[in-house]
T-cell receptor
Framework: GAVVSQHPSRVICKSGTSVKIECRSL??????MFWYRQFPKQSLMLMAT?????????EQGVEKDKFLINHASLTLSTLTVTSAHPEDSSFYIC???????????FGPGTRLTVL | GIQVEQSPPDLILQEGANSTLRCNFS?????LQWFHQNPWGQLINLFY???GTKQNGRLSATTVATERYSLLYISSSQTTDSGVYFC??????????FGTGTRLQVFP
């Protein structure tokens, strides 16, 4: 399967700061990547679909001005949490879409704690 | 939107036991996958199985698309099988909707 990395794996920041999370496809050119959020003991919730070279598509209820997504190359997508607040503390996971069959491969996740 | 329910929500087993995890979905799907999320949070692909039956070692899965459910079988469970098992479905789209998950703990 495809290999996806995320950086950083863990970040602690003060309320009001911005945090950037990188998602890299190490062995595949992914035109489509996805960003998920997972709260403790809950399922994964899709936040947005990131398409290379175009604007991301956000799920209902996800603030696009707060969660900025950039997919400037086939191997890198970034999620920036702007003006983070304690309620943004969560586990953020990216994935890349691999066709034939239509599957997704996931990064190891980034645990964000906002103080 | 589509609802994806998994059962049981929690499962505790002794090493060597067998188990069956169930995934029910409320609408027809053309994509169904099973994942294992290990205790460190990494999701691992288990099966791509929109219909039919597949086996991989001690794991096997069956999806009955007409009846809107899928089953994941784990035989001779090991402590390394611990974690959360998710099914995820897609309908004519590349997006996946994740189920509620089954948390499995295997004790020696």
């Amino acid at each position: 399967g495809a290999v996806v990395s995320q950086h950083p794996s863990r970040v602690i920041c003060k309320s009001g700061t911005s945090v950037k999370i990188e998602c890299r496809s190490l062995d595949f050119q992914a035109t489509t990547m996805f960003w998920y959020r997972q709260f403790p003991k809950q399922s994964l919730m899709l936040m947005a679909t990131s398409n290379e070279g175009s604007k991301a598509t956000y799920e209902q209820g996800v603030e696009k001005d707060k969660f900025l997504i950039n997919h400037a190359s086939l191997t890198l997508s970034t999620l920036t949490v702007t003006s983070a607040h304690p309620e943004d503390s969560s586990f953020y996971i990216c994935s890349e879409r691999v066709p034939e069959p239509d599957t997704q491969y996931f990064g190891p996740g980034t645990r964000l704690t906002v103080l | 939107g589509i609802q994806v329910e998994q059962s049981p929500p929690d499962l505790i087993l002794q090493e060597g036991a067998n188990s069956t995890l169930r995934c029910n979905f409320s609408d027809s799907v053309n994509n169904l996958q099973w994942f294992h999320q290990n205790p460190w949070g990494q999701l691992i692909n288990l099966f791509y199985i929109p219909s039919g039956t597949k086996q991989n070692g001690r794991l096997s899965a069956t999806t009955v698309a007409t009846e809107r459910y899928s089953l994941l079988y784990i035989s001779s469970s090991q402590t390394t099988d611990s974690g959360v098992y998710f099914c995820a479905v897609g309908i004519n789209t590349d997006k996946l909707i994740f189920g509620t998950g089954t948390r499995l703990q295997v004790f020696p």
